[in-house]
């Protein structure tokens, strides 16, 4: 049986709990939901890329990717996207950004499955994905 290898890019700041960005054992990556903070300043609070909707979907995404790479893993290997809204309103949009970040990165077709629930999320917080991989 092997280990399990928390994973905490140089972009994330520590969790403020006992939790990791991300975990791998084997040849399964979980990535846990992370959402739009910038990359991490020494000695700063974590702070939202902006306050659209657009910042913020952007940059979750970027950093579900940071903590893939950190782990050995890339798009091609996400079996299950889920990602958390804060508002219903918000889900038109959100697929429009999804489908052109993954466009950019690429990827014709959509990553992985995916699911989209409703939560509620610390103030300024729009959205929040969290991901699990299947490696080679």
């Known amino acids: 049986m092997s280990d399990k290898t928390a994973?905490?890019?140089?972009?994330?700041?520590?969790?403020?709990?006992?939790?990791?960005?991300?975990?791998?054992?084997?040849?399964?990556?979980?990535?846990?939901?992370?959402?739009?903070f910038l990359p991490a300043v020494e000695g700063q609070p974590p702070t939202p890329a902006g306050p659209t909707l657009r910042e913020q979907t952007r940059q979750t995404l970027e950093n579900?990717?940071?903590?893939?790479?950190?782990?050995?893993?890339?798009?091609?290997?996400?079996?299950m996207l889920r990602v958390y809204l804060t508002d219903t309103g918000h889900f038109a949009e959100m697929n429009e950004l999804y489908n052109a970040y993954f466009a950019e990165q690429g990827l014709r077709q959509p990553p992985a499955a995916r699911t989209t629930v409703y939560v509620g999320l610390p103030a300024g917080l729009?959205?929040?994905?969290?991901?699990?991989a299947v490696l080679d």
């Open 7 to 36: 994973l905490t890019p140089s972009t994330h700041t520590t969790p403020p709990a006992a939790f990791s960005h991300g975990v791998r054992k084997g040849n399964i990556l979980q990535v846990a939901g992370q959402v739009g």
């Open 64 to 79: 579900v990717r940071a903590i893939l790479e950190e782990g050995g893993a890339g798009w091609d290997d996400v079996m």
């Open 126 to 132: 729009l959205i929040e994905i969290d991901a699990l």
